[in-house]
């Protein structure tokens, strides 16, 4: 079951990007809370609402808030998406109605075997880890200024479209163009049912240069090979393949992390790179320790990065509590990946 519980708001700050951070006092406990207001609406103190208190029960390390399920003082009278039909997170008591990108294309609803244009042949760069977004958008507009770059929120982490402070500062600085949250992820700017489609949509109808793909904040986990987030990468990978993308796989790297696994290239990027069933582009720092096997089979390119530019340029330099200065190699792989990709163009 949910664990759910009853509580009163007793604090509500401002929305910020579709979310509203709140205290919530739950059986005489004061409690930090979010709202999606595009979900439940906003909320007020003094409104009785119920939330979902089990991530923070469990001191998960991305869970220290709970989340509002219902606001029963004024979250009752939602009308859903006008002329929406499509549900997101659907058979569960959140599925909602939403306008898909792939209903946009160009030939929509035309003919009765409806085909894709392909190739796109254009690059796209799959992550597995939040995190990598601002380095890799930042390097991408570094190499080659004024490109457009479509952002594509995938599972993995968190589902919330407006959960990311990360994406709109990259929006606000016109480092990405677009943000469209695709499968289950939801409400960003634009939905997608698939991450083929939209991919599809944002590199063929929309006029994007490239497409980064790759999860929300947070990252689902286990210390397994194959139960983690990072596995979204390989399907990402895969659709872009199969769309005639050229694609590149960021990795993930730690000079820092305290976990053996994700010390010099994760476990997360090499469990992908070994499952893949076509080659990718995977881009090193210039001066990174960790060698891939001599006979690998994906395109490994070595790749000068600027982290003192990064640093100067005041985007986000935290990775699981580590700065730049803890965890360098972090944000040069990303950095590396989004000036190769910038390079395939």
Known sequence: MLKLRRGTVVEAEPADGGMQSLVIEVEGERRPALGDVGMVGPAQPGDDVVVNVEARDLELGSGGFDIVHANLSRGL??????GAHVMKLNYTSLQHAVLPVEEEEEGAGAGERPAPALPLARPVAVFG?????????WAIGQARPGTRVGYV??????????????????RARELLCAHVTAGPAYGAEAEAITT????????????????????GPGILGSASALGHGGMAALDSAHAALALGCRTLLVARMSAGDPRPRHLGISHHTLTVLALLLERVVVALPADADPE????????????????????????PARTMGRDLDQDPDFFAAALAAGRALAELL
Do not use: I, M
């Open 77 to 82: 009278a939602g009308e859903g998406t006008p």
């Open 129 to 137: 880890l939040h995190g990598q977004l601002p380095p890799l958008a």
């Open 153 to 170: 929120q995938t599972v993995g982490g968190a589902l919330p479209g407006g959960l990311s402070r990360d994406v709109r500062e990259l």
């Open 196 to 215: 083929a489609g939209a991919l599809h949509q944002g590199l063929h109808d929309a006029g994007w240069d490239v497409a980064v793909c790759g999860p």
């Open 292 to 315: 891939l096997p001599d006979d690998y089979r994906h395109d490994v390119r070595r790749v000068e990065v600027d982290l003192e530019g990064y640093r100067r340029s005041g985007l």
